[in-house]
């Protein structure tokens, strides 16, 4: 199945905190390799290795990434008579499509500008590129099969610390509770969908706002709730913390590994 991944984004709150933040942010670095590097690792360890890379700010620093791979950066090799032999390889097997979809556009927008790159492609999956999971995206994929839906959206629980405080009209304090305690689900950011979601994304539109929100109203939008591992990275605290784990040799994402 074809992996459409959106690597356009500015990543702003991220770029005016660290040294070197023209890159976009699927670029910044987990241990040796960036972001989508990860991304792309998950999918492919369930034997999705079709990628289309949806790009827009920062372009050049992802194609440069991919032309110059070093597959020696995160395997063991040899090195016998001058030349290189690998003990083990990252990227074996993968098609990666490139695809320039414009520096201010919308999600949605980007995934319509690679619509003829998924022709013949009754499902396919897509992702933002900067989220790291230990979701198990086969059962993801089998549930979305046996449903009649145009999209499924994988949910988790907020990850924030705040607090909601039940308030009485004479403004007396009924109950604290932990945001992640409530009863409450967000945008994970793993998407399965159907062709079908074309026809809900208007000219310049958003694949959550516009595609998902009407497959919703429409009763056609799965959700795949996931309380397992799930950590984002719209920050650069939450980087430098996916980094710190990893050198740890704390990498619940990393299914590949095991």
């Keep these: ?18 040294p070197g933040g023209d890159l976009p942010k699927p670029m910044q670095l987990v241990g040796p390799r960036p972001l989508v590097w990860h991304v792309m690792r998950y999918y492919a360890h369930f034997g999705h290795k079709e990628f289309i890379l949806c790009l827009g700010y920062g372009a050049q620093h992802i194609k440069d990434f991919f032309l110059g791979y070093r597959e020696t950066a995160s395997n063991d090799f040899v090195l016998r008579d001058g030349r290189v032999e690998l003990l083990s390889t990252d990227i074996s097997g993968w098609s990666i499509s490139l695809v320039d979809t414009g520096v201010d556009s919308p999600i949605g927008e980007r995934l ?21 999971t230990d979701a198990p995206l ?16 994988m949910v988790v629980p ?41 026809d809900h994304i208007p000219e310049n539109g958003d694949l959550v706002a516009d595609g998902c ?13 996931h309380r397992g591992y799930w950590r984002p990275s719209d920050t650069v605290n939450q980087r430098l913390e996916l980094d710190r784990s990893w050198e740890r040799g704390e990498r619940p994402w990393a299914l590949w590994e095991a």
């Design 1 to 18: 199945m074809k992996v459409v991944l959106f690597c356009g984004g500015r990543g702003t709150r991220m770029r005016s905190e660290i």
């Design 213 to 225: 929100a009407e497959l919703a109203k429409r009763g056609r939008l799965l959700a795949y709730r």
């Design 112 to 132: 319509r500008r690679v619509r003829d790159h998924l022709d013949g492609e009754e499902m396919f999956l897509a992702n933002y590129a900067d989220v790291l």
């Design 138 to 153: 086969t059962d993801m994929i089998r549930r979305f099969t046996a449903a009649d839906a145009g999209a499924s959206m």
């Design 158 to 198: 907020p990850t924030n610390t705040f607090h909601v405080v039940d308030v009485t009209e004479a403004n007396v304090v009924g109950s604290i509770t932990p945001v992640s305690a409530m009863p409450l689900w967000v945008n994970g950011g793993f998407f399965v969908l159907r062709q079908e979601v074309f």
